[in-house]
């Protein structure tokens, strides 16, 4: 199924949301794009043990 | 899971259903059970002789003079290395203490009680800036002004306080956020709405012009007045939230210069430690972070209550003061550490941030998931015994307390 894009998105100016690795956002505001990085992180920095816990207590 | 929200609910609500009020100033050894000859209370979790660092080796020698434990300061040490002295945690007996924390026999010590709960806490009386013995300091001019606390000050806060039936402290610490305090490295506020309330009492209970006119003087010219009271009172709130089960609030922080503590209420009076922190902040003129102390003090209760650095929105000035950056970052601060707590608190808002409730109930899972380490406003105290406060600044708690208590709590609650 073919879906329709909306041109307009190319059209006019890009405001990029980037979630992850802050080399995309670097990358398109090097090429004059306007772009907010998330600060973000994994759940307990990335440790798999602390997450499972994380996970199983909630939050 | 339902039974830890319902838990850290139930301890949050003990938080803000506190009522602390400022009822009284007794000698120390007549309140702390087992407070007795060469028993000294300090700062942070338990540490022995060898691992204190320099500031808390100055001041142990200081107060073992001033107790009369010990003819002098060399004697004294060779005395605390010899094992002379019983070394325990303010917080297992009920009180706090700033920097080193010194807590012995004859001082003096502030009764905060909590009306609602029926507990009380105890913290000594707020020395002043610069060369004293809660960052270190340990001569005759400590020693001669711990004296005239002992002699003079405390006794007459004493009568005062009774006089005055109490001072409720809830509603002056409300005033004290909206006057630009933050209650750990700015107390202007509140330490004169504390004057106001105090003075007319000491007025009326003195019998002595020089020494009422001594006590007003001193109260009037200590911007870190309230400090100790705000100290106590964060104590007499946090106690009654202890041992609950299955929440995960945090319940005490406290650092002795050697490593740092947390408690958590549903894994008791345990302590989860590790290796303080380095504060990042600025220095008195001829000092630079080459001279400084990691982090000390029993002070980051009040971050715990959720005042200090989690109240920093509240106190642009201070964010001045101990290099934390402009009036935004100092807002920032309050709304980042509400990412960590459990809620915030209406009786304590901050007009600035659209009277934001300041946050409140540190939830160990948060600061684990998030990575953000509490935020800590602190003196900095010189690394060698005997200088006194270089600086101040602003330091972290650090995460491994919370990921070994996030553990142990795991496993109180039957999730290993």
């Known amino acids: 199924m073919k879906k329709e894009i909306d041109d307009g998105l190319l059209r006019d100016p890009l405001c990029v949301v980037n979630v992850g690795l802050e080399g995309f956002a670097a990358d398109l505001e090097a090429q004059g794009l306007t772009v907010t990085q998330v600060d973000w992180t994994p759940p307990a920095g990335g440790d798999a043990r602390l997450a499972d816990i994380l996970s199983k207590l909630g939050t | ?416």
């Open chain 2, 1 to 416: 899971m339902e039974r830890i929200e319902q838990a850290n609910e139930e301890a949050v609500g003990r938080m803000l259903a506190a009522d602390p009020v400022l009822i009284d100033v007794v000698t120390a050894g007549d309140v702390i059970d087992g407070l007795g000859e060469k028993v000294i209370l300090h700062a942070g979790p338990p540490i022995d002789w060898a691992d204190m660092c320099g500031p808390m080796r100055g001041a142990i020698t200081g107060i073992a003079v001033f107790e009369g434990w010990a003819p002098d300061l060399e004697a004294a040490e060779e005395m605390a290395s010899a094992g002379a002295f019983e070394f325990r945690p303010n917080h297992h007996a009920s009180a706090v203490g700033p920097m080193t924390g010194m807590t012995t026999l004859s001082q003096p010590v502030m009764v905060v009680e909590n009306r609602k709960y029926g507990n009380r806490s105890y913290c000594t009386v707020n020395e002043g800036l610069g060369k004293v013995m809660r960052f270190g300091g340990n001569d005759a001019e400590v020693l001669d002004r711990l004296r005239w606390l002992r002699d003079v000050l405390g006794p007459a806060m004493g009568v005062a306080l009774r006089d005055t039936g109490g001072i409720p402290l809830k509603s002056l610490v409300a005033r004290g956020l909206t006057m630009g305090d933050e209650m750990h490295q700015r107390n202007v506020g509140c330490s004169g709405l504390m004057l106001r309330a105090l003075a007319p009492a000491l007025a009326k209970t003195s019998t002595d012009t020089k020494a009422l006119s001594e006590s007003l003087a001193f109260i009037g010219g200590n911007d870190q007045f309230f400090l100790n009271i705000a100290m106590a009172m964060g104590k007499a709130i946090m106690d009654p939230v202890r041992d609950i089960d299955g929440s995960c609030v945090v319940t005490a922080m406290s650092r002795n210069g050697t490593t740092f503590g947390i408690r958590v209420s549903g894994t008791g009076d345990r302590w989860f430690t590790a290796p303080v922190e380095m504060p990042e902040g600025l220095y008195f003129p001829g000092f630079t972070e080459a001279d400084a102390n990691p982090d000390m003090g029993d002070s980051t209760i009040v971050e715990t209550i959720g005042l200090g650095g989690f109240a920093m929105g509240a106190s642009p000035a201070v964010a001045g003061f101990v290099g934390a950056g402009t009036a935004a970052d100092a807002a920032n601060y309050t709304r980042t550490m509400a990412e960590i707590t459990v809620g915030e608190n209406p009786e304590w808002t901050i007009p600035a941030l659209d009277y934001l409730g300041v946050p409140t109930g540190i939830d160990i899972r948060l600061v684990v998931e998030t990575g953000l380490a509490p935020v800590i406003n602190t003196g900095i105290a010189h690394r060698e015994p005997g200088v006194g406060q270089v600086g101040a600044g602003v330091v972290r708690a650090p995460m491994a307390c919370f990921e070994q208590a996030l553990v142990a709590f795991a496993e109180s609650v039957g999730v290993a």
